[in-house]
């Protein structure tokens, strides 16, 4: 455990200096590859794949360049997932990384974009220590958004996809790597391969609407009050959005605020260093994963995790024994909470890193430093027939 708190903080330490002012910069170092991005990778037609050297098919890391504090990713012919070759990040082998690894292209994101890709990954460590993910970052290295963090091994090929709607117009640096803290009997590694940055066929109606979301997609969607048009609450970026989102639950919008933009905004300025504190949110969106309960050191608590407009999801921790001392709105025995349900969420935003992340409340046992009450509403997955927990 001590070679881990030294490796922990070699990291926090490559990290910080690399990082150009931005502490929480995923992309310290760029090397290239193959030469700049070639300038048809930002052009292509934005109906087709703007990624280019997508599947790693030329052979090589073309296109593509390390945006990591450390580690060398290369080109790999033992695991992929269509063609001959992928990229592997990390190693299969221990010990693991001390610090970051990662490949980065630069893009420009089409209106109404969907990013796919497939991954391979594994580790015998822990989210604590290790993790494989992506991210958006800014041209000059300072993450926007986190699409996904996790330590675990897939044992096959994975396909991930996320919306990047919100990015629409702007040139970004789509990022995929893992990070470690150099533990001696551990791993951690990520195969990447076929990436897939496209425009919907829904881009002019909901330019945020993350794919997954939308049951029904149409570009008339922003006419009509159907649930394709819920999860648009970023697009509007009004910072007081009564939520856009639910359309079709008029009593449900006025009774529960979503401001999902305004996450955007403070997740942002966590990773860039400029707010450091805990942040008031409202926000609304699709439960993807609920699960087991789990005991803390400040007692049992149930975890879910909720899909934004921008593809982001982020994790909703609820303090069960405060509920079940609440004298109202005291919830079933855990989980009361379904994936495809529609929630709103007010609460806590804690960011100790990129990788860890999440909203808390705490009902009527919110402590005397912060004053701010939260709740959680679940809902049909329309939005509608909602049911409020303190």
Request: charged content about 10%; proline content about 6%.
């Amino acid at each position: 455990m001590f070679r881990r708190f030294l490796a922990a903080i070699a990291v926090s330490a490559v990290l910080a200096a690399c990082s150009g002012g931005a502490d929480r910069s995923l992309a310290p170092d760029v090397a290239s590859f193959g030469g700049p991005a070639h300038a048809d990778a930002v052009t292509t037609a934005a109906t087709g794949n703007v990624v280019s050297n997508p599947g790693f098919e030329t052979g090589s890391l073309s296109s593509w360049t390390s945006c990591g504090s450390v580690g060398s990713p290369a080109i790999s012919t033992v695991q992929a997932h269509s063609g001959s070759y992928s990229a592997l990040i990390g190693a299969t082998n221990k010990p693991e990384v001390n610090g970051t690894a990662g490949i980065c292209q630069t893009v420009t994101v089409p209106t109404g974009a969907s990013l796919s890709f497939w991954v391979y990954e594994g580790t015998d460590d822990t989210i604590k220590y290790v993790d494989q993910e992506a991210d958006v970052l800014s041209t000059s290295g300072t993450q926007l958004t986190q699409l996904y963090a996790e330590a675990t091994s897939t044992n096959g090929w994975v396909e991930k996809t996320f919306s990047l709607g919100t990015y629409a117009g702007q040139t970004v640096q789509l990022y995929f790597g893992i990070k470690g803290n150099g533990y001696a009997s551990d791993y951690v590694y990520l195969y990447l391969d076929d990436v897939s940055l496209t425009a919907t066929a829904a881009a002019t109606a909901s330019p945020s609407a993350a794919p997954s979301l939308a049951p029904s997609p149409a570009p008339s969607a922003t006419a009509k009050p159907t649930a394709s048009a819920k999860p648009t609450a970023t697009a509007t970026a009004a910072p007081t959005s009564t939520p856009t989102a639910t359309p079709t639950a008029v009593a449900t919008t006025a009774a529960f605020p979503c401001n999902d933009a305004q996450f955007n905004s403070d997740q942002a300025a966590f990773a860039a260093g400029t707010i450091t504190a805990d942040q008031p949110e409202d926000i609304c969106g699709a439960v993807t994963q609920v699960l087991a309960a789990k005991k803390t050191s400040s007692g049992d608590h149930g975890y879910f995790y909720v899909e934004l407009p921008s593809g982001y999801q982020i994790e909703i921790v609820s303090n069960l024994d405060a509920m079940a001392q609440a004298s109202t709105d005291q919830p079933p025995a855990w989980p009361w909470v379904a994936v495809n349900q529609y929630v709103y969420v007010q609460g806590r935003y804690y960011y100790d890193s990129a990788s860890s992340q999440g909203i808390d409340w705490t009902e009527d046992d919110t402590s005397s430093s912060w004053s701010h009450i939260g709740y959680v509403a679940v809902c049909t997955d329309s939005g509608t027939s909602c049911q409020k927990y303190w």
